[in-house]
């Protein structure tokens, strides 16, 4: 039941991302990336766990609510429906909104903190999603091509976003 469920969310999620979206103050592109700015449910920054450290809070877990610091590495170019943040092996974990309810500006968010709020966990990832994921991010047609293997990863799909 976990599986159809995780099947249906990740459905879901592709089938947003991929939908066309009138130009409203909700499109990534007109929002503001300036310092302080949430997006989102609000949330204190009470508990935050550095990015470094959530691969060891999440072991051994379904998943785990949590408050996360990290830094942008690379966000949805399209909408602003995800962003990819640094995890401490130089490894990358994508954050996704819960239930498209919210995004990100799609511009100047590289290399930029962020303090989010949510749930944690670890996932089997299609490659039909992989494929999506990497054509949101601009990569070439021969990069999506290569991908032709489901990936397991640490996910998170944030209830609130504030960038730093």
């Known amino acids: 039941m976990k599986k159809a469920t995780l ?14 979206q009138p130009a409203t103050e909700t499109a990534g592109e007109s929002l503001s990336a300036e310092a302080g700015t949430a997006f989102g449910a ?11 450290a959530l691969a060891a809070v999440v072991a051994g877990k379904d998943s785990v609510q949590a408050t996360v610091s990290a830094e942008i590495k690379q966000s949805c170019q399209k909408k602003g429906c995800w962003m ?3 995890l401490s092996d130089d490894s990358d974990m994508k954050v996704t909104f819960r239930e ?31 494929r999506h994921f990497a054509e949101d991010a601009g990569k070439s047609e021969a990069e999506v091509a290569a991908i032709t293997q489901p ?14």
């Open 7 to 20: 099947l249906l969310f990740l459905a879901a999620m592709a089938y947003g991302c991929n939908q066309n």
């Open 42 to 52: 609000a949330f204190t920054e009470e508990n935050v766990i550095p990015a470094t």
């Open 84 to 86: 990819d943040v640094k």
């Open 100 to 130: 498209y309810g919210f995004f990100v500006p799609t511009e100047n968010l590289e290399g930029r903190q962020v303090v989010f709020t949510g749930t944690a966990k670890r996932e089997l990832v299609s490659v039909e999603d992989l």
């Open 151 to 164: 990936r397991e990863e640490l996910r998170f799909v944030a209830d609130g976003v504030l960038l730093k």
